[in-house]
């Protein structure tokens, strides 16, 4: 495991930013962060970053504590900040040049990273819109060679196409065997890059799902037009059925939709819809009334 976190918990007098928290990170995954404001994920990369002293328990990082230990975690990632600040008076490509030399990183990454967020790297950073500020702190936070990059919101200030970049580069420092966790609010952009997503509220962790299995699931509705013959046993585990007083069926299926799509052309049924269940589904399990970026 690249991260392991047991029962890390922060708090700032009465209140608990974080709560007994424990997970683990293999290498080579992209896990997601959702969280609500406040639900404690800036908390959470801060402390895996040694920045703030747990309350209790503890995290590692390739084996080191994070915060006893934060010199030597610091050479095996690289962090984007959510509020990532750079030099004004340099341009983009001599503030490239900086942070390649401080990190020993190759210079010529930097720019191809650039060149796919379609950078100008002649401007001033002063001069740079919000959104080309956050693309160059992209580019020099997945420049260095570590095993671990950390993004903190790296798409806030970005517009729908480069955020589509920032997930491809993402999922491409995973294919080269970087590991990558980012927080995020927007949910669609954490469904097409991530492996896992973590679930925060209030502190805590309150649930841990894999995004194949989310996208295996869906909900198929439908209105019944008699009685529904009784569901072959292969697929009672693999269902949840429900009928209401009106004559509609919901099914939600977790496996595959193939053996249950050939019970369901025996029966009958009539204004039959099938959706993705999605991330959304889990999110607003645990936080009905939080509204999210789609
Ligand atoms: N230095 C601090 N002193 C006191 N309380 C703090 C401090 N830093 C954070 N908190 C509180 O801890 C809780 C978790 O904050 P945190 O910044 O981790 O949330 P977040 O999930 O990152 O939110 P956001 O999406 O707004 O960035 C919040 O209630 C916040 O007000």
């Given at each position: 495991m690249l991260i392991q976190t047991d029962l890390l918990s922060k708090r700032y007098g009465q209140l608990a930013a974080l709560s007994e928290c424990s997970f683990d990170v293999p290498r080579g995954e992209i896990l997601g962060l959702l969280g609500p404001n406040g639900a404690g994920k800036t908390?959470?990369?801060?402390?895996?970053?040694?920045?703030?002293?747990?309350?209790?328990?503890?995290?590692?990082?390739?084996?080191?504590?994070?915060?006893?230990?934060?010199?030597?975690?610091?050479?095996?990632?690289?962090?984007?900040?959510?509020?990532?600040?750079?030099?004004?008076?340099?341009?983009?490509?001599?503030?490239?040049?900086?942070?390649?030399?401080?990190?020993?990183?190759?210079?010529?990454?930097?720019?191809?990273?650039?060149?796919?967020?379609?950078?100008?790297?002649?401007?001033?950073?002063?001069?740079?819109?919000?959104?080309?500020?956050?693309?160059?702190a992209l580019a020099v936070t997945l420049t260095p060679d570590v095993p671990l990059v950390i993004l903190d919101e790296p798409t806030a200030n970005l517009d729908p196409t480069v955020r589509r970049d920032v997930v491809e580069l993402i999922r491409e420092a995973r294919d080269e065997g970087k590991t990558i966790l980012f927080s995020s609010h927007v949910l669609s952009e954490v469904e097409d890059a991530c492996d896992r997503v973590l679930v925060l509220k209030a502190g805590r962790l309150v649930d841990t799902v894999r995004v194949v299995d989310v996208r295996r699931q869906h909900r198929i509705q439908a209105a019944l037009t008699g009685p529904l013959s009784p569901v072959p046993p292969a697929l009672v585990e693999q269902i949840e059925l429900r009928q209401d007083a009106v004559g509609g069926v919901t099914v939600i299926s977790r496996g595959e939709l193939a053996p249950l799509l050939g019970w369901l052309a025996n029966q009958p049924l009539a204004k039959l819809q099938i959706e993705p269940i999605g991330l959304r589904s889990v999110y607003e399990r645990h936080h009905p009334a939080t509204s999210i970026d789609e």
């Open positions: 908390t959470l990369l801060r402390l895996l970053l040694g920045y703030l002293q747990p309350s209790s328990g503890v995290a590692r990082i390739d084996g080191l504590d994070c915060y006893r230990q934060s010199v030597a975690v610091h050479r095996q990632l690289a962090y984007l900040p959510g509020d990532a600040r750079l030099f004004r008076q340099l341009n983009g490509r001599q503030t490239l040049q900086f942070f390649a030399r401080l990190r020993r990183a190759s210079l010529e990454r930097s720019l191809r990273l650039a060149d796919r967020l379609q950078l100008d790297l002649t401007r001033r950073v002063r001069q740079m819109s919000t959104g080309m500020r956050q693309k160059l």
